[in-house]
């Protein structure tokens, strides 16, 4: 029996048997809608947390502290001998120091980070309103959230204020190396910046070219950038070899990767339940379809129609049922992501929150759900099939 032939007879039973077919194309489109619906919402989780707290030099990007600061300090001459350390693209060296910041009269605690213009970059800490630093940057000033609380301003509208800053460094000139001496910036600082982070003590980043005049000798850490994910490995062992303490911000997102795979693998597992139903009721469905069609299938077989025939019949049948309900449940199930996606969104953003991206659509998963569907129409017809091909066509022509 020719290919036309058998998508002819399987087009006529659709359209004899519209309701059924419908219902049972619906029953799979749901179960693919709700594997879609569920993946995706880990997929969505997994891509907006690498997304805050990763950027694609970051992942590149070593975090080098010394073991022991008293055998190993980063000053210049530690910071040059790591410069020269093989597959070091650049280095960004972090100074901190506690400190106090004055705005409108009022004035606080803060942290102070003095960093060069690449660092947060390096860090994967985008600035979420306002901008990063630029190279020609003078007496600017990059804060995060807990600043504007601090002085009680929207995130907003702290963009563009100016600020005093004092810096407590330790004196050396006193006899107690630990007591730490007061150095105020000359110059008024503005902020051009805010990153989000989860600190709740306030921080805020300086160029190191902006606070020449501090006498700091020694720096807190230093970013190493390095010249190719396959040199990340190779790069730490030599700076542990020189007595560094070493980690990377690659370590944390493989460690996120597992943890968002086994949840994508246990919303999987619940998608699959529903789709183990809706094979279930596709085999009813065609098991129907064959007791109802046996006097046709007689006929066909009397007529020359081949066991093969009438079990391709069955399975093609039940492929396009497969198909259909994987086509209509990825429909489904992006229009029902999205419909959560507005309400949470709308719910978020009246609470003062922002808007979340809380679902991520896979292009390989888009297809790898749409064959899943019609391997389930395969396997689900398979024994209606096979038990239709095995009919007695003398039976057959007989049964009532």
Known sequence: ???????????????????????????????????????????????????????????????????????????????????????????????????????????????????????????????????????????????????????????????????????????????????????????????????EDNDTQGQLFIKNSDVTSLPISEYASVKVKVTSDTKLNETRSNLLSMGFLVSALSDTIDQANQIFGIIQIVLGIFGTVALVVAAIGLINTMTISLLERTNEIGIMRAIGAAPGDIMWLFL?????????????????????????????????????????KLFSYPIWFIFFIIILSSLVGLVGGFYPARRASRLNPLDALRYK
């Open 1 to 195: 029996m020719r290919i036309n032939d058998l998508l002819n007879i399987s087009l006529q039973n659709f359209k004899n048997r519209k309701s059924r077919i419908f219902f049972t194309i619906l029953g799979v489109s749901v179960a693919i809608g709700a594997v879609l619906f569920l993946v995706s919402f880990g997929y969505g989780l997994q891509a907006s947390l690498l997304e805050k707290i990763t950027t694609k030099e970051s992942l590149l990007t070593l975090d080098v502290m010394s073991s022991d600061t008293e055998l190993i300090k980063l000053n210049q001459e530690t910071l040059k001998k790591i410069s020269e350390v093989a597959n070091v693209e650049r280095i960004s060296p972090h100074g901190q120091a506690p400190g106090n910041i004055t705005l409108d009269d009022l004035t606080s605690e803060a942290m102070v980070n003095m960093v060069d213009t690449n660092y947060l970059t390096l860090e994967g800490a985008s600035p979420k309103i306002g901008r990063e630093f630029e190279d020609n940057d003078k007496n600017k000033i990059i804060v995060n959230g807990s600043i504007a609380k601090l002085f009680n301003i929207e995130e907003e509208k702290i963009i563009g204020k100016t600020i005093k800053v004092v810096v407590f460094l330790p004196d050396t000139e006193s006899e107690n190396k630990t007591e730490l001496k007061p150095f105020n910036l000359e110059n008024d600082f503005e902020i051009i910046g805010l990153i």
């Open 316 to 356: 093609g049948e039940s492929l396009m049922i497969g198909f259909l309900g994987g086509v209509s449940g990825i429909i489904l199930g992006i229009l029902g992501s999205q419909l959560v996606q507005v309400i949470v969104n709308m719910v978020s953003k009246s609470l003062g929150g922002e808007a979340l």
